[in-house]
């Protein structure tokens, strides 16, 4: 199947889920939204939210930080 993830072009096999998606990008899974087809997934589906060929998936980091107090 083919998805595309943050523009960029990737090719999985079926079933995969959101899960495995971002064990494969060496992502954390409390440290990330994932948007697919427009829609926010809660962190709660990413193991059994399975991906479909043609759909678009973002992946948002959080990054701490700020100014010291």
Do not use: Y
């Amino acid at each position: 199947m083919k998805i595309v993830v943050n523009g960029e072009h990737q090719e999985a096999e079926e079933p995969f889920t959101v899960t495995q998606l971002l064990q494969k990008l060496n992502l954390r899974s409390d440290q990330v939204a994932v948007e697919i087809n427009l829609k926010i997934v809660d962190r709660g589906d990413f193991p059994t939210w399975n991906l479909h060929d043609g759909d678009t998936v973002e992946i948002l980091s959080f990054i701490g930080g700020g100014s010291p107090a």
